[in-house]
């Protein structure tokens, strides 16, 4: 009974549920649904390594479960037991509500919307919002809490995380047009409450992760967007994507003279503005695809939770299929750089190359092939800058996948495929070159059978090796799996068990400024896999 008390006390029940439900359906829906799996795993890592002390068998015993009410809400509930002891983790709770009805439909509790990349954009909130599509109308507003109040002092031990105020926002999108065609106009407004935290003049904080230190102020964003889509000859698409946001840094700042809407005006104020925009058009056989994108430094937004400003990307996309589509083909060609206002020290420019091939001169065999180089070069600007901390890299990477498949008439299948895969970081910088470059060539196969009886068969290799300065490692794999489904119950229970082996080997480095005898040193851990599972 104590076993199972143990088992009890690890259920983690994690109710972060996105509803949303068309009304209609409901009644259509089925009221309950249930499914999941439970499964044992055993492990072994013996090793040849005198470092090494972990020679333990290690095993555990996991299970999850979801169920479903009306299709709609979701209830799933996990545990996992191993001989370490238990770790109780702390619920998390989110749950949202999202109706539809018609052209009609409702954001209650914690939910998200997107408005535009550059105004908000996912950003979840706890509150309420609607989104109205009748004909050719379109409108779309939300109002909630964006952000919790936080307070971390540095004495606090908390260094992971960055304190914050209590952020509320509200916005609207409206519009004209249809899915191919339209033009929509957005407002969003998003603010700090500096009496969230009280004293947070005198508060200092200090975050371990990306060094800033120091205090922090309640801050203010107004965002005006524009977003557009034209369809011309049927064929000929035009998108444009902007954002001009008023962003203020500190509330407590002096105020400037003069008003600007909904926002005021202070000393930390600042006003930035992003674009995007595309044209996509066919030529013959081929489609062509081109994008041009500028974001201002400083280019900020409460919508969003990653902002990458001070950019500007230019890009063209070609794709086409021939053959009546045996082969076809995709690409991306562009740069891309920084420092907009040559405000910085440095210009960081990158060269994109990206293909990506497929051969299929019959449905069940072909062959996926993809090539990618991304070159990234940091020239000084501002002040001369020594080579020592200048970045000229070359990322290269070329994969090679064939694959096989041979379906029976009874049903039986039976699939083969491969991987090749070679991934080549190449450091120009004269000074770093000899310990920044790093070789990575994988290879893997697998072969897997299914049967029209209901039971499947797998089995795979692999090996990966990783070519660095300092060390060499090999990594080497088998696997292998067996399972069974009975189509009457949806009952499916399966087998697996994985073998694999690491090789580290240690280089001599002649060039490291320590008159010694260096050896290399050969380091080999296996590790023994087997796992079983039933859902």
Same mark, same amino acid.
């Given at each position: 009974?104590?076993?199972?008390?143990?088992?009890?006390?690890?259920?983690? $029940?994690?109710?972060?549920?996105?509803?949303?439900?068309?009304?209609?359906?409901?009644?259509?829906?089925?009221?309950?649904?249930?499914?999941?799996?439970?499964?044992? +795993?055993?492990?072994?890592?013996? *090793?040849?390594?005198?470092?090494?002390?972990?020679?333990?068998?290690?095993?555990?015993?996991?299970? =999850?479960? =979801?169920?479903?009410?009306?299709?709609?809400?979701?209830?799933?509930?996990?545990?996992?037991?191993?001989? &370490?002891?238990?770790?109780?983790?702390?619920?998390?709770?989110?749950?949202?509500?999202?109706?539809?009805?018609?052209?009609?439909?409702?954001?209650?509790?914690?939910?998200?919307? /997107?408005?535009?990349?550059?105004?908000?954009?996912?950003?979840?909130?706890?509150?309420?919002?609607?989104? %109205?599509?009748?004909?050719?109308?379109?409108?779309?507003?939300?109002?909630?809490?964006?952000?919790?109040?936080?307070?971390?002092?540095?004495? +606090?031990?908390?260094?992971?995380?960055?304190?914050?105020?209590?952020?509320?926002?509200?916005?609207?999108?409206?519009?004209?047009?249809?899915?191919?065609?339209?033009?929509?106009?957005?407002?969003?407004?998003?603010?700090?409450?500096?009496?969230?935290?009280?004293?947070?003049?005198?508060?200092?904080?200090?975050?371990?992760?990306?060094?800033?230190?120091?205090?922090?102020?309640?801050?203010?964003?107004?965002?005006?967007?524009?977003?557009?889509?034209?369809?011309?000859? &049927?064929?000929?698409?035009?998108?444009?994507?902007?954002?001009?946001?008023? /962003?203020? @840094?500190?509330?407590?700042?002096?105020?400037?003279?003069?008003?600007?809407?909904?926002?005021?005006?202070?000393?930390?104020?600042?006003?930035?503005?992003?674009?995007?925009?595309?044209?996509?058009?066919?030529?013959?056989?081929?489609?062509?695809?081109?994008?041009?994108?500028?974001?201002?430094?400083?280019?900020?937004?409460?919508?969003?939770?990653?902002?990458?400003?001070?950019?500007?990307?230019?890009?063209?996309?070609?794709?086409?299929?021939? /053959?009546?589509?045996?082969?076809?083909?995709?690409?991306?060609?562009?740069?891309?750089?920084?420092? $907009?206002?040559?405000?910085?020290?440095?210009?960081?420019?990158?060269?994109?190359?990206?293909?990506?091939?497929?051969? @299929?001169?019959?449905?069940?065999?072909?062959?996926?092939?993809?090539? +990618?180089?991304? &070159?990234?070069?940091?020239?000084?600007?501002?002040?001369?800058?020594?080579?020592?901390?200048?970045?000229?890299?070359?990322?290269?990477?070329?994969?090679?996948?064939?694959?096989?498949?041979?379906?029976?008439?009874?049903?039986?299948?039976?699939?083969? =495929? @491969?991987?090749?895969?070679?991934?080549?970081?190449?450091?120009?910088?004269?000074?770093?070159?000899?310990?920044?470059?790093?070789?990575?060539?994988?290879?893997?196969?697998?072969?897997?059978?299914?049967?029209?009886?209901?039971?499947?068969?797998?089995?795979?290799?692999?090996?990966?090796?990783?070519?660095?300065?300092?060390?060499?490692?090999?990594?080497?794999?088998?696997?292998?799996?067996?399972?069974?489904?009975?189509?009457?119950?949806?009952?499916?229970?399966?087998? &697996?068990?994985?073998? *694999?082996? *690491?090789?580290?080997?240690?280089?001599?480095?002649?060039? %490291?400024?320590?008159? @010694?005898?260096?050896?290399? /040193? $050969?380091?080999?851990?296996?590790?023994?896999?087997?796992?079983?599972?039933?859902?």
């Amino acid at each position: 009974m104590k076993q199972y008390a143990l088992l009890l006390l690890k259920i983690i $029940l994690i109710a972060n549920t996105a509803i949303s439900q068309d009304i209609e359906a409901i009644k259509e829906a089925k009221p309950f649904q249930w499914s999941g799996a439970i499964g044992t +795993s055993l492990m072994s890592q013996p *090793s040849r390594s005198a470092l090494s002390s972990d020679r333990s068998l290690q095993y555990g015993i996991f299970g =999850n479960l =979801n169920m479903s009410f009306y299709e709609t809400f979701e209830l799933p509930l996990s545990f996992n037991y191993t001989q &370490s002891g238990l770790n109780v983790d702390k619920p998390f709770y989110q749950l949202g509500l999202s109706p539809r009805y018609k052209w009609l439909q409702l954001h209650l509790g914690h939910r998200n919307m /997107f408005f535009s990349n550059y105004t908000l954009a996912g950003h979840t909130f706890l509150g309420a919002g609607i989104e %109205l599509n009748p004909g050719k109308f379109r409108f779309a507003a939300m109002t909630g809490r964006l952000k919790e109040p936080l307070l971390i002092d540095a004495l +606090s031990g908390q260094e992971l995380m960055n304190p914050q105020f209590r952020r509320t926002g509200w916005g609207v999108k409206t519009g004209v047009g249809s899915a191919s065609n339209y033009v929509d106009v957005i407002l969003f407004k998003a603010g700090d409450d500096a009496e969230s935290i009280s004293n947070w003049q005198d508060s200092i904080y200090q975050n371990s992760i990306s060094g800033l230190t120091g205090r922090f102020a309640p801050e203010e964003n107004l965002i005006l967007g524009i977003n557009a889509r034209f369809t011309m000859f &049927s064929k000929v698409i035009l998108s444009i994507e902007s954002g001009g946001s008023f /962003f203020t @840094a500190d509330q407590s700042s002096d105020v400037i003279e003069g008003n600007f809407g909904p926002i005021t005006p202070r000393t930390t104020s600042t006003f930035k503005y992003a674009l995007k925009s595309s044209l996509s058009f066919p030529i013959g056989p081929l489609s062509l695809s081109t994008t041009y994108e500028r974001v201002q430094p400083d280019y900020f937004s409460h919508g969003t939770y990653n902002m990458i400003n001070d950019i500007e990307n230019f890009t063209i996309a070609p794709s086409g299929s021939f /053959f009546k589509g045996r082969f076809s083909f995709s690409g991306v060609f562009g740069n891309s750089r920084n420092n $907009l206002m040559n405000t910085r020290s440095e210009t960081s420019k990158r060269l994109i190359t990206n293909i990506n091939a497929l051969i @299929a001169p019959k449905g069940h065999y072909g062959l996926n092939l993809n090539y +990618s180089n991304f &070159s990234f070069n940091q020239q000084a600007q501002a002040i001369v800058l020594n080579d020592s901390v200048l970045i000229r890299q070359v990322n290269t990477s070329f994969t090679l996948m064939p694959y096989y498949n041979i379906l029976r008439t009874e049903g039986d299948l039976h699939s083969i =495929n @491969a991987a090749f895969i070679r991934q080549e970081v190449d450091d120009l910088n004269p000074v770093t070159r000899d310990f920044g470059s790093l070789l990575t060539n994988m290879i893997n196969a697998n072969y897997a059978f299914t049967s029209h009886k209901g039971y499947q068969l797998n089995f795979g290799i692999n090996q990966t090796m990783i070519d660095g300065a300092l060390l060499t490692t090999t990594l080497t794999g088998i696997q292998i799996g067996t399972g069974y489904t009975i189509a009457s119950s949806g009952l499916n229970v399966n087998l &697996s068990s994985q073998l *694999s082996s *690491s090789k580290i080997t240690r280089k001599m480095m002649d060039w %490291l400024p320590i008159p @010694a005898f260096r050896p290399a /040193f $050969l380091f080999k851990r296996n590790t023994i896999f087997v796992q079983t599972s039933i859902g």
